[in-house]
């Protein structure tokens, strides 16, 4: 079969198994590359491990710690008409090449937000990791969630209190244009909080404490973001942002918890604006992150997910001085955040129009890492040959894990 992309507005409802794994190979060599780590940590639980920043997670876990790692995901098999979803893809490839490399590494794809999913997994850390875990990365980005009442809520990316009117892109078009963002309700600004705030985080770590798996000085960490002013509207003080504030709130709860089950730490991790599939579906933010790009490659600071990723392990995680803000959270996102950086992205952003987008941002990477978020446009593969669509994750197929 040849696969081409399928576009539909923000997403992509195709992938190609062949460019998600070269993709994966990609970021394993990256980690490879760098100076080795080193740690006390060796059983890692990663929540959210398919795509973007979880995914990144498990291999720096993977590649550059030597560590085991059960990684749970929602990613769709592919069907007879119908190719997977690039997370499951992603998820085969990095199986394969841990198993390659000697590496345990077991998947659940399922239901996070689910009691079942939890009880599995906890299962897992009693077999697999001789029972217990030291490093718990809560990845997740859902658009919504079920809780254990089995109550449904909904995540919106809206302002709050009034109408916001600003720029956004068409990331495939190129074309620049107002956007008008009526305020959420109140519906909506729990619906988000539910989905993308602490609570399921929470239930994760009382569940984990409950079944005594955490082991002495476990870690666990949530990712955040918040951004320059220019989006708070849209973000830090939209829908996203309350979210974003109670997972904060949360952390410095389950540090207290963590801290007195196993004298252990939980820390959020404020991290880089990056083309993720979940990014790419918050209006004004795929122009700003344009901009952004085109800044920080001039500047010699632009990161992907991987390189983020292996510096928070590098400089945080696997060092005896995790440094903290005044909030208690880690700062991945401070070359961002330059004085500097943000003042050309804010020149540029007053100025920026269709005409002038190609010179005034990077529309055309960003576009292409679009792509490749779904396994298209990546060098080296041959998109002309067949391939077979279905793609097995040897886990999951129940393949003997190492
Ligand atoms: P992503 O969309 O690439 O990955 C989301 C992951 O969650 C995937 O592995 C997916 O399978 C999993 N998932 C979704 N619903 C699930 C469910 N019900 N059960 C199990 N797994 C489920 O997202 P991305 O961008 O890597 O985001 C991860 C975290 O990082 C989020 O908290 C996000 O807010 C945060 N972040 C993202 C930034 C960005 O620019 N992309 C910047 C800073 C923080």
New binding site residues.
Partial sequence: MKIEPKVRGFICTSAHPVGCKQRVVQQIDYVKSQPKLSSNIKNVLV?????????ATRIVSSFGLGAKTIG????REATEKRTASP?WYNSAAFEQAAKEAGIYARSFC????SSG?KKQVIEAIKQDFAGKVDLIVY????PR?TDHEGNTYQSALKPIGKTYDDKTVDTMTGVVSNVEITPATTDEIVGTEKV?GGEDWALWIEDLIQADVLAEGALSL????IGPKMTYPIYREGT?GVA?EHLEKTAIELNAKMQKAVRGRALVS??????????SAIPVVPLY?SILYKVMEEEGMQEG?IEQMQRLFAENICSADTKLDDKQRIRM?DWELKAEVQKEVADAWGKVVTENLEQLSDIEGCRKEFYQLFGFQVDGVDYNADVDINVPIPSIVGEEVC
């Fill in positions: 929540i959210g491990a398919s795509t973007g920043y979880g995914l749970v995901f929602f990613e997370g399922g239901d996070a937000f999913v990845s997740l980005a859902a969630r993308m949530a990712y955040s973001y996203i974003k404020v991290n880089k604006a990056l083309v993720t599939q979940a990014s992150i997910c996102d």
